[in-house]
């Protein structure tokens, strides 16, 4: 176990120094929103997917890129299908 916490106290900096020069969100609405969007940018960024793609991708509803729980899935139980490369 690591003697240190960088590794959370570095996952909420970036969301922490936007809240703080925005002024917060207005409504419990916006709020959800901003940690939605925050939370999938950050686990984008963890999987190594641009964000700006995978929410094209959802958006559109094209379905290429493949969820972010199959991503999950790969990191901890091992490879996901043969036939899918990271491409993206």
Same mark, same amino acid.
């Given at each position: 176990?690591?003697?240190? *916490? *960088? ?5 909420? #900096?970036?969301?922490? &120094? #936007? !809240? ?5 969100? #207005? ?6 929103? !901003? %940690?939605?969007?925050?939370s999938l940018k950050k686990?984008? #960024? ?10 094209r991708d959802r958006l *559109? ?11 999950? &899935? &790969?990191?901890?139980?091992? %490879?996901? %299908?043969?036939?899918?490369? *990271?491409?993206?």
């Amino acid at each position: 176990m690591p003697l240190h *916490n *960088n590794l959370s106290e570095s996952q909420i #900096r970036e969301h922490v &120094k #936007r !809240r703080k020069i925005s002024g917060g969100t #207005r409504s419990e609405a916006g709020r959800q929103a !901003r %940690d939605t969007f925050a939370s999938l940018k950050k686990m984008c #960024r963890l999987h190594e997917i641009s964000f700006w793609s995978y929410l094209r991708d959802r958006l *559109n509803g094209y379905n290429v890129i493949p969820r972010l729980s199959e991503f999950i &899935k &790969k990191a901890v139980y091992g %490879d996901m %299908d043969e036939g899918f490369t *990271n491409t993206f």
